[in-house]
């Protein structure tokens, strides 16, 4: 991308080409079509926890990867980020009263682009683990397991993650995607994995879709959502309704930056009391994925 930044500020809040930390107007607003007029309500109590420095620049800047449909991805004009994260983003921004940006960047490097101040956080279905807790906090707002997605017709024949010992795999550097697939790639003795890192989810889908990889692993919601979308649904399937490794998404956030933690935690469980959070979920249909309560740190 040359450098270039993608900063898409959603419902209504500019969108904007960031470079070396500067930024423009690029044509206008974004629109995902939702309307929170009236059902939303800034809650005073929660915006005074936001840090001064995040009230006086105006926004929380917040990293994401859209290559996650249909949690977060690009809409048709490849430049807006639709889903339902930007969808709950702008909820948050308007509880605490303020924007919420969400910044086009690397996945892999996010959690230490945030804690050198780049980002305020990262909201990019990041799954919340032992091993990133060492680095940030997380308020969690979603569940989901991880599935095994094949090409259409299954023509490896797999079925478990055993069965892809000895076949080329792919997966987002940095993800919990990778790490699975190393861990499991211990018990595959002298038939390992061929794993390939690649730098988006969208290029580890195109390695299955040509045949470079026979497998790869997606948190459900998106591997369902590739499975029933016109558009996917003749590329790829599953490889069984297996789930692995349940877990909890949550907005990663500095462990410095308790006050925007907190104004987080906050925004999300006054959403989760008032039905917008579910209204959301329904939206995108991801019932599954619910949650009843935000909590922070709940990996296990």
Not at 86 to 112: Q, W
Not at 139 to 145: H, N, T
């Amino acid at each position: 991308m040359n450098g270039f930044r993608r900063v898409l500020a959603l419902s209504g809040v500019l969108a904007v080409l960031a470079a070396g930390g500067c930024g423009k107007p690029a044509g206008g607003t974004a629109d995902t079509g939702l309307d929170l007029t009236g059902a939303v309500t800034v809650d005073e109590g929660l915006r005074a926890q936001l840090p001064q420095s995040v009230r006086d620049r105006g926004a929380i800047r917040l990293l994401t990867d859209a290559s996650y449909a249909p949690m977060e991805f690009f809409g048709v004009d490849g430049r807006t980020v639709i889903g339902f994260s930007p969808d709950l983003a702008t909820a948050l921004g308007r509880v605490l009263g303020i924007r919420v940006e969400l910044v086009v960047g690397n996945f892999a490097t996010s959690l230490e682009e945030m804690n050198k101040g780049t980002y305020d956080g990262v909201f990019s279905s990041m799954t919340d683990s032992a091993e990133r807790e060492k680095k940030a906090d997380f308020v969690d707002y979603f569940s989901a397991g991880v599935s095994i997605l094949v090409q259409s017709g299954n023509p490896a024949h797999i079925s478990k993650l055993t069965d892809l010992c000895g076949q080329p795999v792919a997966a987002e550097a940095g993800t919990y995607q990778e790490d699975m697939f190393l861990r499991a790639q211990k018990t595959c003795g002298d038939r390992p994995m061929a794993i390939e890192s690649t730098k988006t989810n969208a290029d580890a889908l195109l390695r299955l879709r040509t045949g470079r990889a026979v497998g790869v692993l997606q948190d459900f919601p998106m591997a369902s959502y590739l499975v029933k979308n016109s558009k996917t649904s003749m590329y790829f399937q599953f490889a069984s309704t297996e789930q692995y490794e349940p877990g909890l998404f949550g907005i990663a956030v500095s462990k410095k930056n308790t006050g925007l933690r907190d104004a987080l935690c906050g925004a999300l469980n006054r959403l989760i009391k008032t039905g917008t959070y579910g209204e959301l979920i329904k939206r995108w249909d991801l019932g599954d994925g619910a949650v009843t309560e935000a909590t922070i740190n709940a990996w296990d």
